[in-house]
């Protein structure tokens, strides 16, 4: 049970570092797995606001309309979002609101917090049992005792680019593929995070169209001017040999001499066949055997 557990925080941790990429610069900040109390009890993940402006772009299709305070619980594919859920989340708000209140007889308004659901699959069992109304694809509304509960299924979400972000945590293959391609990253940190996320996925027998290659490829591509000559170096290494000179092909000239300079000689002939290194060198210029030098007259 134990490795089952650390295997869900898992999931619910890379959603908060999704969702932190997916805020920054933004006039929100996001806390991941936030300690409401002395006897932990974590919280997925808070949005908050902790300056001026709006949100540049579009925000996922349920998100829209955040407050001051906005509390997510998160369900992925292996698990259901159910009764029990709704109530742990409804008390971590109780807890939470204290906790940033100046005092429990002085709490801050009700208007400045918003609760939300996002879950992989629609919670079949959870929408029969309480009332429940769609307000557009993939979102809902749960009306769970005064509060209102948004429920964002994100294997629902159209397939648009603004919803990208939630696509890579649902539990549709062709979804994560979409998600992958349409993710709009927001920091060179984030290619870690998705190797993290699509290793985890390959881990677990989820069928990828979206390969580790076609996103090491892409990110290559897009944020190679970013990075620094090693890191250069070290991600056009992990590729395999035989894609290293598609990705090379498609650097723009200055880059791709800068990169082949910085691979050793048996890299930057990986991949080669021995008659494609013995057709280069016959194309280069004979060298030239070195004029005899003339003896010196004794005077």
Known sequence: MAGKGQAL??????????????????????????????????????????????????????????????????????????????KELVGHYVAYRKLVSRSPSDLLAEDQFRLYAVTARYPQNLSAQVPWQRVQAG????????????????????????????????????????????????????????VQLFKGLHAEGFPMPYTMEDFRRQFVKEHFSELTPEDRKDIIKSLPPEEQEDVIKSL??????????????????AGLTEEQIRHYLNRLPAERPAAPRKPRRKT
């Open 252 to 269: 723009p000239p200055e880059q791709r001499k800068d990169v082949i300079k910085s691979l050793p000689p048996e890299e930057r002939l």
């Open 139 to 194: 979102v809902y509304d749960c009306q769970w005792g005064s509060d209102t509960i948004r429920v964002v299924v994100a294997g629902e979400l159209s397939r648009e680019p603004h919803n990208a972000p939630l696509h890579l945590f649902s539990a549709s293959p062709e979804l994560v593929d979409f998600g992958g391609r349409a993710y709009q990253r927001h920091s060179p940190d984030t290619s870690s995070l998705l």
């Open 9 to 86: 925080r898992e999931w619910h941790r890379l959603f908060g570092l999704l969702l932190t990429d997916f805020f920054s610069g933004s006039p929100f900040v996001v806390e991941i797995e936030a300690d409401l109390s002395v006897q932990q009890q974590l919280l997925d993940v808070v949005i908050v606001r902790r300056g001026r402006g709006r949100f540049s772009g579009r925000l996922p299709d349920g998100l829209e309309g955040l407050l001051a305070h906005n509390l997510i619980t998160f369900k992925s594919h292996h698990e259901a979002l159910d009764t029990w859920a709704m």
